[in-house]
């Protein structure tokens, strides 16, 4: 770049560093961190409640870059808050969104603290995607008619139901149990529909 001048105030970046930035998309569901008693009830292949959390942070960790988005699709955690869910959630990877389930508080200050959006739904429509807790009626996810006359419809990506399959239909769980612990990005989700 001989010659050329810049701005001070320019905020050119390196090509280098610009692809680095790109952002993947993650969906998760029902970690329950903090929750001794789900090993049991779910027979998640762990030994105990800090072999589960540590381990589901490390898959997690594996895959989500800090620069991606994740969506959890709620039940982040059980139990009382404190410091070790604090440690917990502040050693994940990338920019937590959340999706309210059945075991979370929108007022909890440690989801708030973690997660950068709160919400009860999210619709990916570029995706066809929309992403819940619980699965929702099927007619909730009908979309009308192609010009060819086929029906247009979401696919509903959930939470909640852990080891048990989904309802018949467009739906695909992302509980952790089906998902070996580990957030799926969400173009697997569209090629899946």
Same mark, same amino acid.
């Given at each position: 770049?001989?010659?050329?001048?810049?701005?001070?105030?320019?905020?050119?970046?390196?090509?280098?560093?610009?692809?680095?930035?790109?952002?993947?998309?993650?969906?998760?569901?029902?970690?329950?961190?903090?929750?001794?008693?789900?090993?049991?009830?779910?027979?998640?292949?762990?030994?105990?409640?800090?072999?589960?959390?540590?381990?589901?942070?490390?898959?997690?960790?594996?895959?989500?870059?800090?620069?991606?988005?994740?969506? =959890?699709?709620?039940?982040? $955690?059980? !139990?009382?808050?404190?410091?070790?869910?604090?440690?917990? +959630?502040?050693?994940?990877? &990338? *920019?937590?969104?959340?999706?309210?389930?059945?075991?979370?508080?929108?007022?909890?200050?440690?989801?708030?603290?973690?997660?950068?959006?709160?919400?009860?739904?999210?619709?990916?429509?570029?995706?066809?995607?929309?992403?819940?807790?619980?699965?929702? =009626?099927?007619?909730?996810? $009908?979309? !009308?008619?192609?010009?060819?006359?086929?029906?247009?419809? +979401?696919?509903?990506?959930? &939470? *909640?139901?852990?080891?048990?399959?989904?309802?018949?239909?467009?739906?695909?769980?992302?509980?952790?149990?089906?998902?070996?612990?580990?957030?799926?990005?969400?173009?697997?989700?569209?090629?899946?529909?």
């Amino acid at each position: 770049m001989a010659g050329l001048k810049l701005r001070e105030d320019s905020k050119v970046l390196p090509f280098s560093l610009e692809v680095s930035l790109s952002r993947d998309i993650w969906v998760i569901s029902d970690t329950h961190f903090n929750h001794s008693n789900i090993i049991e009830y779910c027979n998640r292949p762990f030994k105990s409640r800090e072999h589960m959390d540590w381990e589901m942070v490390e898959r997690w960790n594996s895959v989500v870059k800090p620069q991606d988005k994740v969506y =959890h699709l709620g039940d982040v $955690y059980i !139990g009382a808050p404190g410091g070790y869910i604090s440690d917990l +959630l502040s050693k994940l990877n &990338g *920019h937590k969104r959340l999706v309210l389930g059945n075991h979370d508080n929108g007022k909890d200050q440690i989801l708030q603290r973690y997660f950068e959006k709160i919400d009860v739904w999210r619709m990916f429509p570029e995706y066809g995607l929309l992403l819940t807790h619980v699965p929702v =009626h099927a007619s909730a996810l $009908y979309r !009308g008619k192609t010009d060819h006359g086929e029906e247009k419809t +979401l696919l509903n990506v959930h &939470g *909640h139901i852990h080891n048990n399959p989904s309802p018949q239909g467009p739906y695909r769980c992302v509980c952790v149990e089906q998902i070996n612990y580990t957030p799926v990005h969400i173009e697997e989700l569209r090629i899946t529909k």
